[in-house]
Structure formats: C-alpha cells, structure tokens
C-alpha cells in the first residue's frame, strides 16, 4: 500500500473502493487500522482513505507537530492523491485534525464527521496532566502509556485481555513510538478552542459519540450538536471511546446513512 512524501516525511495511507473521497483519521496513540471494519463497510459506496498521521503506524516521523500541521499534512497528501473534495472523518484526536482542518480548508470538504471527540481545548488540569504523561512515555516507555489509557477506551473498562478489540488496542498503542506519543500529547495540550467558532461550521456534520466513553463524555458531542447549525448526531449504545472498534457496523452504518443525505 503506498506512501506519499509530504511536508519532509513519508505518509502512509490505505485506500479502497472508488467515488466520493471519504478520509477516517485514528485517535491517540493509534493507527489506521481501527477504522479496518468501516474500510470493508464503507469501500463498496465510497473511496475510503484511512492514512497514519505522521509518526504514527507506517508513517514516517519528522519532528514535532501541531495540530493545524497535521492538518496541513493532510490536505497536501489528499491534494496528491487527487482525493478533494473529500469528507473528512476523525477520532477523538484524529477529530481534532478533523477540525483544524475545517477551520483552513473548509472550501476542499463535502462533509465533516467529529467521532468520540470535542471542540474545546484542554483545562489548565488537562494541561497539566499532559505534561504528567509526556514524563511516563520518557521514563517508561509506551507500554506504560497503553497500560494508563486502555481502560478508559473501551466500554466498561473491561481489559481482561479476553476480547479482540482489547487485544488490537493493545498491540497498536505499545508499538507507537516513543518520540511520536510526547509530540502528540504536547499537540493535544496546546491545541486551539474550537467551540467559540462552531457555528461557522457551513459543511454538513456527523457526530458520532460512544454513549460510555468515559475519556470524551457523550455531553460533550451533545454540546458540539448544539454548537454546529444542521449536524447529525448518532449516539452509539454499549460503546465507550473506541465506538470504531467496539461497535463497528453501528458506526459505519451511522456513516453510510450520513452519505446518503450527501447525495453520494
Ligand atoms: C484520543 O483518543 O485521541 C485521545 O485520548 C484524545 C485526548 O486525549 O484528548
């Protein structure tokens, strides 16, 4: 599958099926393959694209980034592979990009998709626990940081270990680098507030929320509801914040109906 030089690294992306471009971005600290259910539900309708941001999976790195860069990333890759105008989907971060990305290249997007994430930045306390995970990854590695998130991510907080979706999660998270978890987290911390603009937001939007994701509370999806004039909102029942994996053909077909009113 190929790669693609952009902005001084090497990007990977998976792509399969053809028409509409619709992009899925993974979450911290993760790949693309969570969104492996939604490329087999969603390739017979649409052309799904799910690449790795930089330094994640088969990604090449190149030092640090922020949010609007990973988001520039993006449209220099999906201008490269002729794939705009696309929808953009993400995760939780990956919904982060989704909206730094709308906030510098609205006129590229046929529809926005937020997925178990939030518009507003992080809390002085949030800050500071960033800071706190950033010395973890430096100090004990990333099967630390795996170690730390992994209950929170999936419903229940169940990771006996017993289930598919643990076991993926797992092996995912630990083989994230090391240098890739600190930039990202220092990203997430210094990201923008996008509340106060969301009601500029003119592309149609999904939100997806897992209705027990204890890491991005569903009220906060309810808030960005609220915030953004025309969205759709889809709660996902018994799913927590992986709502990909955990519940995957309630969320691609939560995403096939969105298509659908795109007229594709
Ligand atoms: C993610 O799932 O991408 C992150 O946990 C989001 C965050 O920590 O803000």
């Keep these: ?120 930045a992080d809390s002085l306390e949030g800050r500071a626990g960033r800071n706190a995970m950033i010395e973890v990854a430096r100090t004990q590695g990333s099967a ?16 006996d270990g017993t289930s598919e979706v643990v076991r993926e999660l797992k092996e995912i998270m630990e083989a994230c680098p090391v240098h890739t978890i600190e930039h990202a987290l220092a990203a997430m911390r210094d990201r923008l507030d996008y509340q106060p603009t969301l009601s500029r937001i003119a592309a149609p939007t999904l939100i997806v929320a897992g209705e027990m994701d204890v890491l991005i509370p569903a009220g906060q999806s309810e808030e960005m509801h609220k915030g953004i004039r025309g969205s759709t909102i889809s709660m996902i029942a018994g799913a927590g914040h992986i709502a990909p994996m955990e519940k995957a053909h309630e969320v691609s077909k939560a995403i096939r109906q969105f298509l659908v009113t795109l007229g594709s």
């Design 144 to 159: 630390a940081i795996a170690e730390k998130m992994l209950p929170k991510m999936v419903a229940g907080g169940n990771v």
């Design 1 to 120: 599958m190929p790669h693609a030089a952009v902005n001084g690294t090497n990007l990977y992306y998976h792509e399969s099926g053809t028409g509409l471009p619709v992009v899925l971005v993974h979450g911290f600290p993760l790949d693309h393959r969570i969104w492996r259910k939604q490329v087999h539900d969603l390739a017979p309708v649409c052309r799904v694209i799910t690449p790795d941001l930089r330094g994640f999976g088969k990604s090449a790195g190149g030092g640090g980034f922020t949010i609007a860069s990973l988001a520039e990333d993006l449209y220099l890759l999906l201008s490269q592979i002729h794939a705009l105008p696309c929808v953009m989907g993400g995760l939780s971060m990956g919904g982060y990009v989704a909206l730094a990305y709308e906030r510098q290249y609205a006129a590229t997007l046929r529809g926005l998709m937020l997925i178990d994430t939030r518009a507003g």
